[in-house]
């Protein structure tokens, strides 16, 4: 075989590997490299969890839950403004964990930030617990995204709010790029009507979505109904 076809058939297979690597770390990253990619994260969600929380009312008193918590920079966001309240975060990867609890040390010594591994199809919580849920660039690895939609109405308390933000959705401005790299992990891609079915199937009210159409970012909120005696 010729030499130079067998260097592009090698350059291939690597650059075919390492796409599927950083996929696979972007997914879920391990205890190790993963951490970096975690790291990363933080840094390119910053602004767009800065943008979702102005559409959400976040009490100094609240108990709060961020769903697959990354590398934690949204768990000391929270943290900073519940001063008087507790912050749970959630993540099913090792690596996103470790560095979610070394970023947030300072308020897991004070009691005020507790981080776990596990899943958002179980949580370890009982019902009726939070006072508002969060999901930031996360909902696209969920399990099972109606039946998992139903598991954190479970954990909210009565009038409770989930609020699921992300920075692509179908007919976004970035939904041709960022669109079609998710379809890399198998994710479903939905639009405002199909976000506010998502969520009226599963038993929120009061849905409401936020656009910021430049960046194509989105915003969705709902409410656990109250509770009839």
């Known amino acids: 075989m010729d030499t130079v ?11 075919l ?3 599927v690597y950083i996929v696979s770390q972007v997914r879920k990253p391990d205890r190790f490299a993963g951490r970096l990619f975690a790291m990363l994260m933080n840094q390119s969600h910053s602004k767009l ?47 996103s964990v470790a560095t979610s609890c070394s970023r947030n040390k300072e308020f897991i010594r004070a009691g005020q930030v507790e981080i776990q591994q596990a899943s958002v199809s179980k949580l ?6 939070f006072d508002l849920v969060t999901a930031i660039e996360t909902q696209y690895y969920w399990p099972d995204l109606p039946s998992d939609m139903r598991e954190v109405l479970r954990v909210l308390k009565s009038g409770g709010m989930l609020a699921i933000i992300a920075e692509t959705y179908k007919g976004g401005s970035r939904d041709v790029v960022l669109g ?3 379809k890399l992990f198998g994710s479903p891609s939905l639009g405002v009507k ?9 038993g929120y009210i009061n849905v409401e979505v936020f656009e910021e159409q430049k960046k194509g970012w989105i915003c969705i909120t709902g409410t656990k109904p109250p509770t009839v005696v």
């Not at 199909?194 to 599963?202: D, M, P």
């Open 180 to 182: 079609t790299a998710m």
């Open 5 to 15: 076809l067998v260097m592009k058939i090698v350059k291939m297979v690597l650059v």
């Open 124 to 129: 370890p919580f009982a019902a009726d617990t």
């Open 49 to 95: 969890t800065d943008w979702g929380l102005m559409h959400i009312r976040v009490g100094e008193d609240f108990t709060i839950l961020d769903v697959g918590c990354g590398g934690g920079r949204t768990i000391g966001k929270l943290a900073a403004i519940a001063s008087n309240g507790k912050v749970h975060g959630v993540d099913y990867a090792a690596g």
């Open 194 to 202: 199909e976000h506010k079915e998502l969520f009226a199937r599963a």
């Open 17 to 19: 590997g390492a796409a």
